[in-house]
């Protein structure tokens, strides 16, 4: 995970001159910065998770994950805006735009995104009350008190639905050092200063949300000024300007086509189990999926640092650049990803129980988590070949393959979740995902990036997945011969067993073995 702060590791680019060289430099830069920040914030979220519900119960952590999927829902408004958003930042960033022009489109995105936040919020607070009582099955939280903790999030997702908007602004700038350095600062305040409002405050679910508003307001707050400080003055004051949506609707309307399918592929059977299931059940459902979720911290410092790169360089029309860019950060997503997720699916049971310190917690979690996990991995592997579409401007085949997915998966989820429960939805997440792998990537490589698929299949990918999972095997038979310990002992096996997987999967790879090549030599020559 640190082979980032090697040099060598960029070795094959850093032929490139003049402006290629600082194009290097800033993937490096921002690469670093992303992941500093993501094992901050994830730490800062989960790390407390446990505490939360020590604080406020399973029951009450339920409604927080039923929050969670009425905001995934919520992302179907966002009409392809925030991906297009990223993209054209990127695309001023290489000289497509004017300071006027880009300017105006950020303006009059911001109208856009204002008039949805002001409609979310009021739907939220609006419906509290019908949520409380027609969707949740609470069982001793009363129902006042769920619809009010739901009206009190209606000011987080208008919040959190604005700073998306400049969150993009700054990713597709580039601005990835400031945007890491702020986005660890507001996650520590979310999630430490929670917890001493919820110790000498108040324990109870509102006051949880009312917090989290006023840190979701703050940091709404911050970003926008930074995004509008990032870009040039322009000689006119920014105006609201549909001549800018014009030039850009025609990709924001592949991206929401994108974003109204994966929003079905991904939170249906979410939305589905939170009306089947009680509410403390559906807590530790959702306390499974959030584990797995926490891949997501491991990809997206690659996928912000990916998405605008890539832009730039397809702009520029800089294949060779793009070709070993897109493998070496493949590479790199494997290397990371790859052995998080191993040792949650192998060793799912042992990590729930070393971080809740419950066992009945660690047995209702853990057939969940081992299973869905490997859906989550398949679907973060895709992140690059993904972006790298829709850096070329071609969203067509995501929304293709996506349209044939809902076709499918919606009616099996309504007919065989009912029947068989969550673990058949946890299969049916892994099934997507693997199609995705196998049909997406075979028809993304006849288009773009020819002749690089086996290459991404072999050396990016099943190298490292098949020297992983063999070592995860291996520690599964030598842990069965070990004396049992207690949690103590239970987390130096499994940061053993971490840092072994991830060996084994980094060198499954050019890029591992190269950085480990270059490291000797560096050491001998010193």
Sequence with gaps: MRALMYRPAWGAVAACAGRGVAGCQVVKRNLIANYLSAAWSGLMGLVFLPVYIDFLGVEAFGLIGAFAVLQGWFALLDMGLSPTLNREMARFSAGAHTPQGIRNLLHTMEVIYLGIALVLAGLVMGYSDWIAVHWLKAGQLPVATIAQALAISGVIVACRWMTTLYRSTLLGLQRQVWLSVS?????????????????????????????????????MLVLGMQARRSLPVPPQRPVFSLAALKGVWEFAAGMTLITILATLLMQVDKLLLSTLLPLAQFGYFTLATMMAGTLSLFIGPIANVAYPRFTELVEQRRQGVLVEQYHKLSQLLSCIVLPVALVLCFFAHEVVWVWTGNSSTADAVAPVLSVWVVGSALNGLMHTPYLAQLAHGWSRLTVIVNAVAVAIIVPA??????????????????????????????????????????RWYWNDVLQPLLAGALVAALLVLAKS??????????????AMAGLAVLAATALATPLGRGVLRQGISSVVRA
């Design 413 to 454: 989820l309504l007919v065989l979740v009912p029947r068989y429960g969550v673990m058949v939805a946890a299969w049916i997440w892994v099934a997507i995902n693997a199609t995705y792998i196998l049909v997406s990537i075979t028809v993304m490589h006849r288009r773009i990036l020819r002749g690089e698929k086996w």
């Design 481 to 494: 011969w070990l004396p049992q310990g207690g949690r103590v002992a239970g987390f130096l096996f499994l």
């Design 183 to 219: 986005t660890a600062g507001f996650a520590t305040l979310r999630g430490a200063g929670v917890i001493v409002v919820l110790a000498l405050v108040s324990p109870t679910i509102q006051a949880f949300f009312l917090f989290q508003g006023l840190v979701a307001l703050l940091e």
